[in-house]
């Protein structure tokens, strides 16, 4: 154990961090973006089913639009707090602009999950539009709560 290197995560203050978009590492062309919608240790987590509805509409969505080319991974933390983007040749802006647009793109959406299938989802009785729209709603509304650094920002 003494070789175990801690990873760069774990050096955020969970107690004090606040929801936002985030730049959480960067190796070479990939960045990975903490998109972090809850306030960590507060009890106010995302259910599984919110996190899962999310997951299939926000994928769906950025992998189809401007950055469709540089999206390497979208997925929920385990942490029930966000998720993890991973994009190539990331310009933050731009990113940002995805962001936006991919969660706006939910609430003005009609229709299935994506993907809400048994033979498209290994759990594709846990959809819910509603609860994929009402983290959209609540994320875009934590984004416009302060400007977005793209640095760790942390409440006093």
């Known amino acids: 154990m003494d070789n175990i290197t801690r990873i760069t ?3 955020i203050d969970h107690d004090t961090l606040l929801p936002g978009l985030y730049v959480s590492r960067i190796d070479g062309d990939i960045t990975t973006y903490d998109m972090r ?12 089913s919110t996190m899962h509805s999310l997951e299939h509409m926000f994928a769906t969505f950025i992998r189809n639009g401007e950055l469709r080319d540089s999206i390497v991974y ?33 609430l003005a959406y009609e229709g299935p999950v994506f993907g809400a299938s048994h033979k498209e989802c290994g759990n594709y009785r846990n959809l819910d539009l509603e609860k994929a729209k009402m983290e959209a709603r609540y994320y875009l509304n934590e ?14």
């Open 9 to 11: 995560s774990f050096t």
């Open 37 to 48: 919608t809850r306030r960590p240790n507060t009890g106010d987590l995302m259910s599984n």
């Open 74 to 106: 979208f997925g929920p933390m385990g942490c029930q707090t966000g998720f993890y983007l991973l994009v190539r040749n990331a310009d933050n802006s731009a990113v940002l602009a995805a962001v936006r647009n991919a969660l706006e793109q939910i």
């Open 143 to 156: 984004l416009d709560a302060r400007p977005v650094t793209f640095h760790y920002e942390v409440s006093l």
